[in-house]
């Protein structure tokens, strides 16, 4: 059996036994909600349907009821479709890069990152469908075979791309996550008393029945699809990257934009990470599990991808100043001085400095600081893309085209509206799915338990 | 046909007599329908569930398909084809423009009977030829359905014959008892309209009794006066510049200046490229002698207190207050004289911030160099600068070589007194007043208080205006596309209006309005016959009458006589006495009203093209504003007005009229002086029109007409903001490469690659590998195969450009480009395909931010700041079909494609809406349709398209495009498949000029030019290969389609 230093950090707390783990993560499905529970869901669906609705006049009366004007033809939407595709992140760098690690503690935040992963994507994808000027047509974006002729889509459009690679991100990310859940819809199964509860796991546990060859299965699936989607990791950041580093707009034409991408989708899917299982350890009395040594792993994550986000932007500046060419230099001078100098301000503020003082282990060790930090991020990270897009845009080549961006209600409620979509969703899964792994966890309980970890003196 | 016939059974070829009878049946067995139809019997009926299933089945589909609403689509065919309409072909006729002080000769485009699109007419003499954006805008004003649709009587609507019976027997009463009776009427050059007054006057006018002075000034006794009918009056009248010539040559006429022979032209506040007189005429002189390439280039000095298009191409400009334009002109007279070695009249200036006295001195000089090869006109309304500016000319020679008077621009009369008129309605003297072509309850507050007085009100207007509502009478007259009329703009050239369309509604040419009340029952048509008849074709027989007539109605011009120039209008004017009566009373804030370019007198405000094209230096659509320098904002108004940060409101009292303005920053506005537009705060009018405030009661009234500067100003912040709609927020180049400048020393003496000084170097970078190379070498992709066939292309004449916005609304017209209204515009998002980016030069420039050392980030903050007197260029930007297109790359459904023809392609019905064309764009020339503008209810009123009548202007060779796409200029595409089409058809290649575009087409100064440019004997090849052609933004790689030609200065050096 996998031996564990003593020294290392306990990755579960408490004399947790096996049906302990069972319980604790079970809990929550089986039981009522409170109603705290109650509370933050009925907020969420309400933000939820302003967002519909704003949505839905969006797609009745057209485009033009945003703040969207001949210069800036991309603000809030595709901030809002970057932020949330890179929040959509960690939950697969998480499960599958570190599996491949064998990161042991990825265990306990696994499931709701990944989760959180799939909601994310669905509300990225939300934005590309609904800036299009005409979305009953957004199925021509597809290649499929059609009758107009010969017509086909257009291979060398970053948004084509964009296209496939958040499809098979999505996909995979889906499946990825539903054959890690079968052990544990099994569990509830076995546990469920109702008829329709159980019913329904039943469907949603495939069959298991822990034999040992499922098991031997179950590890080979989860390795290969591990494989599969850790290239995805990189590419599907890279890719959205590439819908501004292959324009010509200065600001956003520079090489750099991939991994400075992907650096940043993965600083803000864990900062999402962190926001979201801060809050549900202490919601669904986690705190066993998701120890101060997830989060102060995570915070590690977040102040490396953090400094590589900052680097990249003292990059591009010294890029601006060294290419020599005058549109470029001013769009970066532009973007820390102009008339969004605060913008600038906000995403260095949040995104460089602040998570710098992670470097000291007291202050990543500590939740509050750690959750504070998190939140930061997140609005750093939503600047960083309305910099990059809106900064850009607005004053390109010809002075004359120069102009503000203002969003109306609108923007700003389907924003808002995403986040509530989010939430709802989120909610609903705390309350039915198992939100750890939790026949993962038990692989680990003899290795790094606390309990187990004290029997070895 | 083969006679083999096919049985289906045996018992079919035996025909069988069973198999005949149920053959003949049409159904084989018995359909109970009756049975079940027929109410008595219906519980006997037996039919079956299957019959049942079958009537519910028809039924429902029955219902069902009744429910389905088939379009109705109500177009009517012809039932006998007229000979010369031929569907999908358009039909021009000759026609002419004259309202508000503009005259065009025009051709006019209609398709299928409607009149679509107005464009100038080269068979008049192509120095005069061309049209503004009013001009070429105005045809949608025809289906205006707020037009009067007949005539009314105080509102309700009444018969031609009843109204024309009541009529006669009222004005026949005050006839009879010896009343008066006024035609308030516009300016006319008609011979015809001047012949139905003298007709109307021969019935109508009265007597007044004059006392008679002899020489000895001693009163020799009366004597009986005809007074006129006719009062002539313009909103905006040029009474000082008649009045002037009246005095110094003993005609009150405005003569041709020649602007093409004029080598240093001075033109003290008046706008000549835009509004001033024959503005058309001059540009095109202008701008001729406007091309460095040429032997000799004019020198153009500008004094002025706003700045105008005049003022923004000149290559000297002094900002004065306009109570100095009396000293300029006398002390560039002083000068001249000094220089003819005379004594001259002398002045000085209230206030100099910007080396007046300097520029006055070199203007001078380079006149007398230019003796009798110069101009110099003036914009004042008295006639004492006037005829100041009548002595400068004469001294330096012009008249009879750059200023004919024997030919004299007639568009534009004396106007007659309206003190005079008012104080005789409010006695009670005028019995009945008819309105003509006019609308003076607007554009003269006097008049206004006193129309109630007389007693009979009849308005000629074609759609309700100020006067009209006020009417007892309204007897609408023909818009002028439905309309018979003969013009002469200038003496001895002649033009005719005709018809291009049945009038739409009940209306009637005012004209015979006039002379159906004094008896006279002939059709106007024929009234102008006989005027021709018994004038220009007299002596003439009838056939050759008839065919003169013919073809001046086919070429919508007929040339007279040519003149001689007459020796009898000698110059005897008194320069001294003049400038010693030229008043200048200061004030602390001085004010300039102006005319735009766009909305002109007001007549025109309910056209929404012209309410949404912005004004050629501010930018500023939908609205009148008070204009200042932004010196003069500083710490009080907001500068930078744009969406978020609105204009301050000023509370501005201008001779003792009280008026809430916005304020807007000018620069090139005097310091201490403001200017304001008039035309604007129309109220009796369609939605577009209703916009801004009208600011004709602030006008003083001098010598019986009203002058359009004033020193009794006062402004108060009204502590209010309000929005304006700018389509330009920002103002400077940034010390881009954007529009390319020069002077013409540089020019001339330089070459353009040269390493320090070259004015135009070819744009090269360095590849991966360090080596310097062409631009067009740096490529990524493949060149699209556009060295065979047609490639077509585009070039832009900076220095021809005046920034005067015809091929603004052209362009709109000919591709039915949505009107979004000023709410959109405010927000960034005009649709127009093509517009003119205007830039103010900047004190601050890269290299003074080297030399001054104040830091790159302070630089470009200053840059953003125009100079408070700057430079001014104009640019007009449309799509430029980069043969390596950013938007084609990046469109995921190939929405936008290059064709083989160079043309970047739009197919709207591909297009799903990314707008990742538009932001890939470095020229943001892609339009996106953030509404559907033809029927969301924000655009009602606005965009013409919404509208059942509007949208007959809608040009049908081009498509509407719906919610959700982009659009853009297209070249005018549809104009490119016809011009090949012609060709083809005449079996010969496409000639140069064959194809031209519709912004091309309404350029009057030839400034944009449209072709093949694989023709190597086209125009547009040969600027391309000018040494002043550059591409905008080439650096990007883009190879542009458009090219644009270096703007060259004839001064020192470039602000």
């Excluded at chain 1, 869901?41 to 302003?50: G, K, M, N, P």
């Excluded at chain 1, 890719?239 to 991994?259: E, L, Q, R, Y």
């Excluded at chain 2, 940060?645 to 008026?659: F, K, Y």
Aim: with cysteine; charged share 20%; net charge neutral.
């Amino acid at each position: 059996m996998h031996q564990e230093s003593e020294i290392r950090y306990p990755l579960i707390l408490g004399d947790k036994t096996y049906h302990q783990i069972t319980e604790d993560v079970c809990a929550p499905v089986e039981g009522r909600a409170n109603k705290l529970w109650y509370a933050a869901f009925t907020i969420s669906v309400v933000v939820a349907l302003w967002g519909l609705g704003c949505i839905m006049y969006t797609i009745g009366r057209g485009i033009g009821v945003w703040g969207l004007n001949t210069t800036v033809d991309w603000a809030w939407d595709i901030t809002n479709f970057v932020w949330w595709v890179g929040i959509g992140h960690a939950g697969t760098l998480i499960s599958a890069v570190l599996l491949l690690f064998r990161q042991k503690w990825r265990m306990a935040i696994n499931r709701s990152a990944e989760a959180m992963t799939i909601f994310a994507v669905m509300m990225a994808a939300l934005f590309p469908g609904i800036h299009m000027g005409r979305i009953w047509m957004a199925y021509w974006v597809l290649p499929l075979p059609n009758q107009f002729g010969s017509l086909w889509v257009n291979f060398n459009s970053p948004l084509l791309w964009d296209v496939f690679a958040i499809s098979t991100y999505f996909s995979v990310s889906l499946v990825f996550w539903y054959i890690g859940l079968i052990p544990d819809f099994a569990t509830i199964r076995d546990r469920a008393t109702r008829i329709i509860p159980k019913t329904i796991y039943s469907v949603l546990a495939f069959g298991w029945s822990g034999k040992a060859k499922q098991w031997i299965r179950f590890e080979e699936v989860s390795l290969v699809l591990a494989g599969l989607a850790t290239p995805l990791v990189f590419s599907v950041h890279s890719i959205v990257s590439m819908d501004f580093a292959t324009s010509v707009v200065p600001g956003w034409h520079t090489t750099i934009f991939p991994p400075y991408f992907v650096a940043g989708a993965i600083f803000s899917g864990f900062a999402m990470v962190q926001t979201l299982l801060i809050i549900a350890r202490k919601v669904v009395s986690l705190e066993s599990y998701i120890t101060r040594k997830h989060i102060e792993s995570m915070n590690i994550v977040i102040v490396i991808t953090g400094s590589m986000v900052g680097i990249a932007y003292l990059t591009e500046l010294f890029i601006a100043w060294y290419s020599g060419v005058e549109f470029e230099q001013y769009a970066f001078l532009n973007r820390a001085t102009g008339p969004y100098w605060w913008a600038y301000a906000m995403m260095m503020t949040c995104n460089v400095v602040t998570p710098l003082i992670f470097f000291v282990e007291k202050v990543r060790k500590s939740i509050v600081i750690s959750f504070i930090i998190s939140i930061f991020v997140n609005i750093g990270m939503w600047f960083e893309r309305f910099v990059i897009i809106v900064t850009s845009l607005h004053r390109d080549f010809i002075p004359s085209n120069w102009t503000m961006f203002h969003p109306t209600f609108v923007d700003i409620g389907i924003f808002i509206g995403t986040i509530g979509i989010f939430f709802v969703l989120f909610l609903l899964y705390a309350r039915t799915f198992p939100v750890l792994a939790l026949n993962e966890l038990k692989s680990i309980l003899k290795s790094s338990g606390d309990n187990y970890k004290k029997q070895q003196h | 046909m083969s006679d083999k016939k096919y049985w289906n059974s045996v018992d079919h070829l035996e025909e069988e007599p069973l198999f005949v009878e149920e053959a003949q049946k049409e159904f084989s067995e018995a359909v109970p329908v009756e049975d079940f139809l027929s109410k008595s019997n219906l519980s006997d009926t037996s039919a079956s569930r299957r019959d049942f299933l079958k009537f519910m089945g028809f039924s429902i589909g029955a219902a069902t398909l009744a429910a389905c609403e088939t379009p109705v689509v109500k177009s009517i065919p012809y039932v006998v084809k007229p000979e010369e309409v031929t569907p999908g072909v358009a039909n021009w006729y000759a026609s002419s423009f004259s309202k508000g002080g503009t005259f065009s000769s025009i051709l006019v485009k209609t398709r299928e009977g409607r009149p679509i699109f107005i464009k100038a007419n080269d068979a008049y003499p192509e120095a005069m030829s061309g049209v503004t954006a009013r001009v070429n805008a105005s045809v949608i004003e025809l289906y205006d359905d707020n037009r009067y649709q007949g005539p009314q009587k105080a509102g309700t609507t009444i018969g031609w014959s009843d109204v024309d019976t009541e009529i006669s027997k009222k004005l026949a009463a005050i006839k009879e008892k010896g009343g008066t009776v006024k035609v308030v009427a516009e300016s006319t050059s008609s011979p015809s309209t001047l012949a139905t007054f003298a007709k109307f006057d021969e019935m109508f006018s009265t007597e007044t009794e004059v006392e008679v002075y002899g020489e000895d000034a001693l009163l020799k006794g009366t004597e009986m006066v005809k007074d006129s009918c006719v009062v002539t009056f313009d909103p905006i009248n040029y009474n000082g510049v008649l009045s002037a010539n009246k005095a110094d040559f003993g005609k009150a006429v405005i003569p041709t200046y020649d602007f093409s022979k004029a080598k240093t032209i001075v033109s003290i506040d008046a706008d000549f490229l835009g509004d001033w007189l024959d503005g058309v005429t001059y540009s095109k002189g202008y701008t001729q002698r406007r091309k460095p390439e040429g032997a000799w280039m004019s020198k153009h000095y500008q004094f002025e207190t706003m700045m105008s298009m005049a003022g923004a191409n000149a290559d000297v400009r002094g900002a004065i207050k306009p109570s100095d334009v009396g000293n300029v002109a006398k002390m560039l007279h002083g000068a001249v004289a000094k220089l003819a070695g005379s004594a001259g009249a002398s002045g000085s200036l209230s206030d100099d911030d910007n080396n007046i006295a300097a520029k006055v001195n070199d203007a001078a000089k380079d006149l007398w160099a230019a003796k009798g090869k110069c101009l110099v006109v003036c914009g004042s309304n008295d006639a004492n600068i006037q005829q100041v500016v009548n002595g400068i000319n004469n001294l330096l020679g012009n008249y009879n070589n750059t200023i004919r008077l024997e030919r004299a621009y007639n568009v534009v009369q004396m106007n007659d007194s309206m003190v005079d008129l008012t104080k005789n309605m409010n006695s009670g003297i005028v019995d009945a007043v008819i309105f003509m072509d006019s609308n003076p309850v607007y554009s003269n507050a006097a008049f206004a208080a006193a129309v109630s007085k007389v007693g009979l009100k009849i308005s000629l207007a074609d759609r309700p205006d100020e006067s009209s509502v006020l009417c007892d009478y309204v007897c609408p007259s023909h818009f002028f596309l439905e309309a018979w009329n003969d013009y002469q703009p200038y003496t001895g050239v002649f033009t005719m209006q005709q018809p291009a369309i049945r009038p739409l509604f009940k209306t009637r040419a005012a004209q015979e309005s006039l002379l159906r009340w004094c008896g006279v029952n002939t059709s106007y048509y024929d009234f102008i016959k006989e005027t021709w008849t018994s004038t220009a074709f007299a002596g003439a027989d009838a056939l050759t009458a008839t065919n003169k007539w013919n073809s001046a109605v086919q070429s919508g011009v007929y040339m007279g006589a040519k003149m001689a120039p007459e020796a009898d209008l000698a110059y005897s004017g008194d320069t001294g006495a003049a400038a010693g009566n030229i008043k200048s009373t200061t004030g602390e804030w001085e004010v300039k009203f102006y005319a735009k370019q766009s909305i002109g007198n007001g007549a025109q405000a309910n056209n929404p093209h012209l309410q949404e094209m912005p004004d050629p230096i501010s930018k500023v659509s939908w609205d009148n504003y008070v204009t200042m320098n932004p010196s003069d904002m500083e710490g009080k108004y907001e500068i930078r007005t744009a969406q978020a940060t609105p204009a301050n409101v000023v509370s501005v009292t201008v001779n003792g009229h009280t008026m809430e303005l916005p304020v807007v920053a000018l620069p090139g506005q005097k310091r201490g002086t403001i200017g304001i537009a008039l035309g604007y705060g129309r109220t009796e009018t369609g939605t577009a029109g209703k916009v801004g405030v009208n600011a004709y009661p602030a006008l003083e009234m001098k010598d019986g007409v009203a002058v359009y500067s004033s020193s009794k100003v006062s402004i108060a912040d009204a502590g209010k903001t309000y929005q304006i709609a700018s389509v330009q927020t920002h103002h400077t180049m940034m010390d881009r490469k954007i529009v390319n400048e020069t002077t013409l020393s540089t020019f001339k003496a330089v070459d353009k690659n040269d390493d320090v000084n070259g004015w135009n170097k070819d744009s090269k970078l360095a590849d991966a590998f360090g080596k310097v190379r062409p631009i067009k070498e740096l490529n990524l992709w493949a060149d699209h195969a556009i060295e065979k066939g047609h490639r077509w292309g585009m070039s832009i004449d900076l220095n021809s450009c005046t920034g005067c916005g015809a091929c603004v609304t052209a362009c709109h017209i000919e591709n039915n480009v949505p009107v979004v209204g000023k709410d959109e515009i405010r927000r960034t998002r005009s649709m127009f395909w093509l517009r003119i980016d205007r830039y103010f030069s900047s004190d601050m420039t890269k290299e003074k931010g080297k030399t001054d050392d104040v830091g790159v980030v302070s630089m470009y903050k200053q840059m953003e700041n125009p100079s408070d007197y700057p430079q001014v260029v104009f640019q007009p930007v449309m799509c430029q079909h980069c043969n390596h297109a950013p938007c084609e790359t990046v469109c995921p459904v190939a929405a936008t494609t290059h064709s083989e023809e160079g043309l970047n392609q739009m197919t709207y019905n591909r297009c799903v809406g990314t707008r990742y064309c538009a932001n890939n764009c470095p020229y943001k020339v892609r339009r996106f349709n953030w509404f559907n503008y033809n029927k969301d209810s924000k655009f009602t009123g606005i965009n013409p398209a919404q509208n059942e009548l509007q949208r007959m202007v809608l040009n049908p060779d081009v498509v509407v495009r719906s919610r959700g796409v982009i659009e853009k200029c297209s070249f005018c595409v549809q104009k490119i498949q016809s011009g090949k089409l012609t060709a083809k058809k005449a079996g010969r290649p496409v000639k140069d000029g064959d194809v031209v575009s519709a912004c091309s087409e309404a350029c009057p100064t030839n400034a944009i030019q449209f072709g093949d440019l694989n023709d190597s004997k086209s125009s547009v090849r040969a600027n391309f290969d000018d040494d002043r052609s550059y591409f905008m933004a080439e650096e990007v790689g883009t190879q542009p389609n458009v090219a644009y030609m270096t703007k060259v200065r004839n001064t020192e050096n470039l602000a």
